[in-house]
């Protein structure tokens, strides 16, 4: 892309994969934050520009290892305010790689149950089903933080 090029919200949202309801749920949360043009009268058109973009592939990055909106806007202001330091980098990607190592085991368990399942199944039913662990947490709510 050409430095400095800018996007309407329609080029925008082809270009990052986003809908346009998306991107305006984004721009109301605060965690995009386009120029306005002077086109469009009372709804002046939203600019947006590669760092826009550069942007909410962060934010579809961080809601994919399990970050909820409301801390990923935390810390959007927290960069845009003070910036982030080393330490604090350190420590929002350890809490990444914890989570994604979390949801790899989880992920790894329901494997192991499915392939156990589909064989027990391929093979005529014989013997008492194989379950999923009684103890185990329901995994839509082990991956929500508390």
């Known amino acids: 892309m050409v ?6 919200i329609g080029e925008f949202a082809a270009r990052t994969g986003l809908s346009q ?5 984004y721009v109301r949360k605060g965690l995009i934050a386009p120029e306005t043009g002077v086109k469009g009268g009372r709804n ?11 942007t909410a592939r962060m934010i579809r990055f961080a809601q994919a290892v399990g970050l909820p909106l409301r801390e990923i806007a935390t810390i959007a202001a927290e960069l845009q305010r003070q910036g982030l330091t080393p330490a604090r980098e350190v420590e929002l990607m350890d809490e990444a790689l914890a989570r994604l190592e979390r949801k790899a085991a989880e992920l790894a368990e329901l ?8 064989d027990w199944v391929a093979r005529g039913k014989p013997g008492n089903e194989p379950r999923f662990l009684d ?10 933080p508390a």
């Open 21 to 25: 309801d998306t991107i305006r749920f």
């Open 44 to 54: 002046p058109y939203q600019i947006f520009s590669e760092r826009d973009a550069s």
């Open 3 to 8: 430095k400095g090029y800018h996007m309407l």
């Open 135 to 144: 103890d185990a947490p329901c995994l839509a709510t082990a991956a929500r």
């Open 111 to 118: 494997t192991d149950y499915l392939r156990q399942k589909r």
